[in-house]
């Protein structure tokens, strides 16, 4: 190696490092949508039951960080995202959709439990509404199963403020649906119970 | 030859910053955090009060949740001890005391609190000379201590929730 052979070595090691430091937050952003794929699926619901664990690998949590921070790990809340219906297609405003409840969310309401469903812009923020409504929470009074079926609506064209009905964007784009689950049961917190358990099915409506 | 070495060097440094990257990144968005904590003028072991419902303008984090208010705040390093005050409590109720990396440490629920009467807690933090005992929470980290509080927007029976703080929680070095 000639000198400017060695120089040039020298000054492209420290830009390879800071290019990859500047980079790192976009490349954490589609390993984070990679990682849906990994973790558990239920239907269109997906979760990683790694959060907050020492145990989970250094690249995941790094993509946590990036996601959800400082989230509860999966013995406190077990966190569903939905980014497509039960059909498989992307989830997007340009339609409606009912989200079908057959049975009750395995949450431990003894234990002051609860589950609730929230929306997101493609921005992955809440979705602006005169309503101001976002989500809807379940207690454990609200009773639900195969003869009781709970119906939550999805709506863009919405035109009054309705007691299970969120807001979508009015504008058409792509969104998505994140189902938290607080104190959940212990079956929902192993990788074959969650897969097993009966989730909500999301349902495109015209 | 100075093309492939400069490739050699470059995509080198880019496998060495991305494995740095992947180790550390959860400690540098947890430091963001902080700096940001700080610069509003908040000091360790005082406690910010989330106390507004979160909206569809809040960008500050992405995919927030409006079912539960927060309280954060973070801990210096040990050995120190700490007494959190929880006034009593009939909702969810939960604080995390999480690793500069966001890794979690221990939990208190509603099961170590009363729904009746304030609960006192003490915290020590890589205390050798803590003692084990009933209401006394130890903590082994050696950096400091990110403490994110959060508590149910609605009562118990209600499915959309509606806005509501329990009394606050006090938290004062021992």
New interface residues.
């Given amino acids: 190696?000639n000198i400017?052979?060695i120089i040039?070595?020298?000054?492209?090691?420290?830009?390879?490092?800071?290019?990859?430091?500047f980079l790192?937050?976009y490349?954490?952003d589609m390993i984070a949508e990679k990682s849906h794929s990994r973790g558990v699926t239920n239907g269109p619901w997906k979760t990683h039951l790694g959060v907050?664990?020492?145990t989970t690998s250094?690249?995941e949590?790094?993509a946590?960080?990036?996601?959800?921070?400082?989230a509860?790990?999966s013995d406190?809340t077990i966190y569903w995202n939905a980014f497509t219906d039960s059909d498989g297609d992307k989830l997007n405003s340009a339609h409606n959709y009912d989200i079908i409840l057959t049975d009750d969310i395995e949450v431990d309401y003894e234990?002051?439990?609860?589950w609730?469903i929230?929306v997101?812009g493609k921005d992955?923020?809440?979705?602006?509404?005169p309503y101001?409504?976002?989500?809807?929470?379940?207690?454990?009074?609200?009773k639900i199963d195969s003869t009781q079926k709970l119906c939550i609506n999805l709506r863009a064209d919405y035109t009054k403020d309705e007691?299970?009905m969120i807001p979508l964007p009015r504008e058409e784009e792509d969104f998505s649906l994140?189902l938290?689950c607080?104190?959940p049961t212990d079956s929902m917190k192993v990788k074959t119970g969650a897969e097993m358990m009966n989730l909500p099915e999301i349902i495109k409506i015209g | 030859?100075?093309i492939i070495?400069?490739?050699?060097?470059?995509?080198?440094?880019?496998?060495?910053?991305?494995v740095?990257?992947?180790?550390r990144?959860?400690l540098w968005?947890?430091k963001k955090?902080y700096r940001a904590f700080k610069a509003e003028g908040y000091l360790c072991g005082e406690f910010k009060h989330f106390s507004e419902?979160?909206?569809?303008n809040?960008?500050y984090i992405?995919?927030?949740?409006?079912?539960t208010f927060y309280s954060v705040t973070f801990l210096k390093r040990g050995p120190r001890v700490y007494r959190i005050s929880i006034p009593p409590l009939?909702?969810?109720?939960?604080i995390?005391f999480?690793d500069m990396?966001?890794?979690?440490i221990k939990?208190i629920?509603?099961?170590d609190i009363s729904d009746t009467h304030e609960t006192n807690i003490l915290i020590s933090i890589c205390n050798p000379d803590s003692e084990n005992n009933l209401n006394h929470l130890r903590l082994d980290n050696k950096s400091m201590t990110?403490v994110?509080v959060?508590y149910?927007t609605?009562i118990?029976?209600?499915?959309?929730?509606i806005p509501g703080r329990p009394g606050r929680l006090e938290l004062l070095e021992q």
């Fill in positions: 190696m400017l052979e040039l070595t020298i000054v492209m090691l420290p830009t390879g490092i800071l290019l990859a430091i790192f937050p490349l954490m907050g664990r020492k250094a690249i949590r790094s946590i960080a990036r996601i959800g921070l400082g509860n790990n406190e234990n002051f439990g609860f609730s929230t997101y992955k923020y809440l979705v602006n509404n101001k409504k976002y989500m809807v929470r379940n207690c454990s009074s609200l007691q299970f994140a938290r607080y104190r | 030859m100075i070495f400069s490739a050699i060097a470059l995509l080198t440094g880019f496998l060495i910053g991305i740095f990257s992947v180790l990144y959860p968005e947890v955090i419902k979160v909206d569809h809040v960008k992405v995919k927030p949740n409006c079912e009939c909702d969810y109720f939960s995390a999480l990396y966001g890794n979690l939990y629920l509603n099961k990110w994110i959060r149910a609605g118990k029976d209600n499915i959309q929730g």
